[in-house]
Nanobody, 122 residues
Framework: HVQLVESGGGSVQAGGSLRLSCVAS????????VGWFRQASGKEREGVAA???????AYADSVKGRFTISRDNARNTLYLQMNSLKPEDTAMYYC?????????????????WGQGTQVTVS
């Protein structure tokens, strides 16, 4: 099992930037695919960006060119750099992990989730 703890959320004006972090427990982090998901009020959870254990990345069309996902396996940490934020990016952001490769933006494929961090863009 792996435990995930997100941080870095907050309130920002449109056009601003935030950097989310997600620290994982355990010593096999490099074997996991990891991703960022978000859920706005009244909407379903959606995939934002993912990076699998081989380093392959995937982005939702809505964030391409604005968000960058990266991972530091030595620090068991996943990042999401969010630039040019828009009000429609407002949501609770969650990181997720699953053992293996080829996991992408489908939330149902992930078994391990953090508690979430709120991002509000006005």
């Amino acid at each position: 099992h792996v435990q995930l703890v997100e941080s870095g959320g907050g309130s920002v004006q449109a056009g601003g930037s935030l950097r989310l972090s997600c620290v994982a427990s355990g010593n096999t982090y490099r074997d996991y695919s990891v991703g960022w998901f978000r859920q706005a009020s009244g909407k379903e959870r959606e995939g934002v960006a993912a990076i699998d254990s081989d380093g392959t990345v995937a982005y939702a069309d809505s964030v391409k060119g604005r968000f960058t996902i990266s991972r530091d396996n030595a620090r068991n940490t996943l990042y999401l750099q969010m630039n040019s934020l828009k009000p429609e990016d407002t949501a609770m952001y969650y990181c997720a992990a699953e053992v293996g490769e080829d996991y992408g933006l489908e939330a149902s494929e992930y078994n391990y989730w953090g508690q979430g961090t709120q991002v509000t863009v006005s």
